[in-house]
């Protein structure tokens, strides 16, 4: 899911919404401050994804959602690097 979010200004607000976010249960957390853009993989439906935008607000920080993803499988051939 790609979350966009206002607020952040250093490493520790990026920590801050990441605890909450792993928390939760996401797979993997990729933020980039200069975009205001946070890339969220977790498992399970798009209804979750109200729960991770919330985890964010509840963290301080304005989160509004605008792309959630279909999980797509990995082939033998392809390495996930996290």
Not at 3 to 22: D, K, M, W
Not at 38 to 60: K, M, S, T
């Amino acid at each position: 899911m790609f979350v966009s979010f206002q607020g952040i200004r250093c490493a520790g607000c990026q920590n801050a919404i990441e605890g909450p976010l792993r928390r939760r249960g996401a797979e993997s957390v990729q933020i980039d401050p200069a975009s205001r853009v946070a890339v969220i993989r977790f498992r399970g439906d798009a209804a979750n994804a109200a729960g991770y935008c919330a985890a964010i607000e509840n963290a301080g920080y304005r989160a509004t959602l605008f792309a959630v993803l279909p999980e797509r499988e990995t082939s033998e051939e392809e390495t996930v690097i996290e």
